[in-house]
């Protein structure tokens, strides 16, 4: 799969890899900041999807769809779409772009709104990647384990940077039934959960 990224989807993330290094360090302000996952998280994420089970492939919090593009190797690999969520307006421009560049439009639905209002409309998830504001990572959560199937997989990002926020986060997933949790030192840290 990462033997044979298209030369397109290479360039276009090898552009959002330097942005998003020069958004770390020239002063750009946080909110505008592409904040993205680094290639080790991508290549994780995209292994993981891969090989869940069959269902639906969402992302809540696309930025410039950096993320989104690995999930589309995947989804690309495996015969299926990614519906990814993003709220900002010049970041779902910036996507858009992304995706064209890329050639992933086809296999990509970007909805410009608020995850939380359609969640539930998608009760066969196999896989939920969540990089979103840290304040709704709890109220995802529960929306998303409900929808997912046996085996599927919710991954939240920021789970070793942002411990101290996602704690209560972390220590519900840890002792939820419904799911296997197990926090993975790649990147910024990824709980990765499994539906039982």
């Known amino acids: 799969m990462f033997h044979s990224?298209?030369?397109?989807?290479?360039?276009r993330m090898k552009f959002l890899e330097t942005r998003d290094i020069e958004d770390r360090t020239d002063g750009t302000p946080r909110i505008q900041r592409l904040r993205q996952i680094p290639p080790e998280t991508g290549k994780f994420l995209a292994l993981l999807a891969a090989g869940a089970p069959d269902g639906d492939i969402i992302?809540?919090?696309?930025?410039?769809?950096?993320?989104?593009?690995?999930?589309?190797?995947?989804?690309q690999t495996t015969g299926r779409r990614v519906t990814t969520f993003e709220v900002l307006p010049e970041k779902v421009e910036l996507a858009r772009e992304t995706f064209r560049l890329a050639g992933v439009d086809s296999i990509?639905?970007?909805?410009?709104?608020?995850?939380?209002?359609?969640i539930e409309r998608f009760d066969?998830?196999?896989f939920?990647?969540?990089?979103?504001?840290k304040e709704v990572y709890g109220e995802?959560?529960?929306?998303v384990i409900p929808c997912l199937v046996k085996g599927g997989l919710l991954v939240a990002d920021n789970a070793i940077n942002h411990r101290e926020t996602l704690q209560s986060l972390l220590d519900h997933a840890m002792h939820d039934e419904r799911v296997d949790a197990v926090v993975v030192p790649i990147g910024k840290g990824e709980l990765v959960c499994r539906k039982v």
């Open 124 to 126: 066969q998830i196999a």
């Open 140 to 143: 995802i959560y529960e929306m």
């Open 108 to 118: 990509v639905k970007l909805i410009a709104d608020d995850a939380r209002k359609h």
């Open 59 to 75: 992302e809540v919090g696309t930025s410039a769809g950096y993320s989104t593009l690995w999930l589309a190797l995947a989804a």
């Open 128 to 133: 939920c990647f969540l990089d979103a504001e």
């Open 5 to 11: 990224i298209p030369p397109a989807m290479l360039e």
